[in-house]
């Protein structure tokens, strides 16, 4: 086995390892900060998740081209090209589909960002790696009010109905209204209060489109004894 020294005469141990740990703590800085406005947001991939992310990537991108240099043989980026479709697989993982609403899709993009920023600190491109932070942390905020702002952010409302009708009778009602207004009953729940049936269930769409539908239920005498709470935000 070739020694450091040998390969690399000109670059002690000292040198190297602070090297590394510079680049491995820049990582381990930067994910965090991403993290952060995750975690702020309480988003399922937040502080701890991006941190590792990021801080594995630049270990990987490290390794990568410290091993094949040791050894003399193969490509300094065969294992670093694996994180691309490592990081594929879990940003798949946060990317929830059910019954036509997505969520997780920024939370996905934000890992992938997270991933390229760590091998930027792992391949000595620091003061990429730091751009690079401080624009996705400025378009995940500002870009995020602009969206509530102007209605663009669609988030999920719950709804829940008392009514004196029968239950089949009161879904058909509520159906028809979501028909006409191009949404969708999810998650709901039928049960009993009090002699009455009560209807729980909810609707993706922008604040401007649940006011409108939340108008639209109560012009009903049937159904106007609306109830709504916020629910999460639609990535």
Known sequence: MKTLAFILPHISMADLLSQTMVRLTLAAVL??????????????????????????SAMFTILSNELASEWGIGDHTRIAAQIIP????????????????????????????????????GGGQLLLAIFATMLIYLALNVLGLLERRFNLKPLMMNY??????????????VNLILEDQGKEMQGMRLSRTNGKERLVFSVDGTR????????????????????????????
Not at 31 to 37: D, R
Not at 94 to 107: C, F
Not at 208 to 235: F, M, P, V, W, Y
Request: hydrophobic share 40%; proline share 1%.
């Open 31 to 56: 994910g965090g900060i991403i993290g952060l406005e995750r975690a702020n947001k309480r988003r399922p991939a937040c502080l701890r998740t991006n941190m590792f992310i990021c801080f594995g």
């Open 86 to 121: 490592g990081i594929g697989f879990i940003g798949a993982g946060s990317i929830l589909h059910a019954k036509g609403s997505v969520t997780g899709l920024t939370t996905a993009a934000t890992i992938f960002v997270v991933a390229s920023i760590g091998m930027a600190c």
């Open 160 to 173: 829940a109905i008392v009514s004196g009708k029968s239950a089949d009778d009161l879904v058909a009602e």
């Open 208 to 235: 401007s489109e649940h006011e409108e539908l939340a108008s639209r239920l109560r012009q009903s005498d049937d159904l106007s004894n609306l109830e709504t709470s916020e629910g999460i935000e639609t990535e």
